[in-house]
C-alpha cells in the first residue's frame, strides 16, 4: 500500500521540478539575451547608405552618404576629450577578364572630431578646413556625407569603359590613446564596424571635354568651412 502510495507523488514532484528548472532556464536566456543586446548597441557601425560618380568639366566627383552611428562608448570618449580620427577611401579599379583588376586610383580624406568643453562645441576638422557644431549629432551628419569630392583627373577614364568602385568611411583605431586601441581590439563595445560599399560604373561616352587648370579643392563632409 505505501509503495503504491509513493508511486502516486513521484509523478507530481518529478514535474514540479522539471517545471522550475525549465522557468529557471527561460529566465537566464532572457537575461543573457538583455545582456546582448545591449552590447550590440553599444558598439557602433559606420555603414554606406548611397555613392555615385560623376562628370565634372575637368574631373569626376565623388557623393556619398554614411550611416554613422560611434557607441556609446566613443560618444562618452569624444565628450570627455579624446579626438577621433576617420579615413575616407575610395578606389577605383578597371576589371580584366584573364588577369588582376588594373588599379586606376586611390583617393583618400582623413578627418578630426573635437570637442571644446570651453566652448561647448563640437570640431570637424580635415586638412587646413574644420566646421563647429553645437550638438554630436550635428557633427556627425556632416562626417557622414560627402558632396563633390573630386577623386578623379578627366583623362584617368576611357570614355565608355567600364569600372569597378569601392567606398569606405572607418575609424582609425590607430590613433587612439594606446589604451583605448586595446580594448578597440578586444572589447567589442569599443569597435566600430565599417562596411565597404562596391559597385559599378561606366565612364560617360559624352562627357563634356575636359577644361584646363587644375582641379578643384576637394570638400570635406558637410561642406566644412575655414
Known amino acids: ?3 503504491s502510495i509513493t508511486r502516486c507523488w513521484k ?5 514540479f ?12 536566456c532572457l537575461v543573457g539575451l538583455a545582456v546582448g543586446g545591449t552590447n550590440l548597441a553599444m558598439a557602433g557601425s559606420i555603414v554606406p547608405t548611397r555613392a555615385a560618380i560623376t562628370a565634372a568639366d575637368d574631373s569626376y566627383v565623388l557623393a556619398a552618404e554614411f550611416a554613422v552611428n560611434l557607441g556609446a562608448r566613443f560618444e562618452d570618449a569624444v565628450v570627455h576629450g579624446v579626438p577621433l580620427y ?3 577611401e575610395f578606389v577605383l579599379e578597371r576589371p580584366r577578364k584573364y588577369w588582376l583588376n ?4 586611390t583617393r583618400t580624406l582623413s578627418y578630426r572630431l573635437t570637442y571644446s568643453s570651453l566652448m561647448r562645441q563640437y570640431r570637424l576638422t580635415t586638412g587646413n578646413l574644420h566646421q563647429n557644431f553645437a550638438t554630436l549629432t550635428d557633427a556627425l551628419r556632416a562626417l557622414s556625407r560627402v558632396s563633390a ?5 578627366r583623362d584617368k577614364l576611357k570614355p565608355g569603359e567600364n569600372y569597378e568602385a569601392a567606398l569606405r568611411l572607418s575609424l582609425d583605431r590607430s590613433q587612439l590613446p594606446k589604451p583605448f586601441q586595446v580594448d578597440a581590439i578586444t572589447d567589442r563595445d569599443w569597435q566600430v ?4 560599399w562596391r559597385w ?6 559624352n562627357a563634356p571635354p575636359a577644361a584646363p587648370g587644375p582641379s578643384a579643392t576637394p570638400s570635406p563632409p558637410g561642406h566644412a568651412q575655414q
Open 1 to 3: 500500500m505505501m509503495a
Open 11 to 15: 509523478g507530481p514532484r518529478t514535474k
Open 17 to 28: 521540478w522539471a517545471a522550475r528548472r525549465a522557468a529557471l532556464w527561460a529566465v537566464l
Open 86 to 88: 576617420f579615413n575616407l
Open 102 to 105: 588594373e588599379h586606376i586610383i
Open 149 to 153: 569630392l573630386p577623386v578623379s583627373d
Open 193 to 196: 564596424e565599417s562596411t565597404v
Open 200 to 205: 559599378k560604373y561606366t565612364a560617360p561616352a
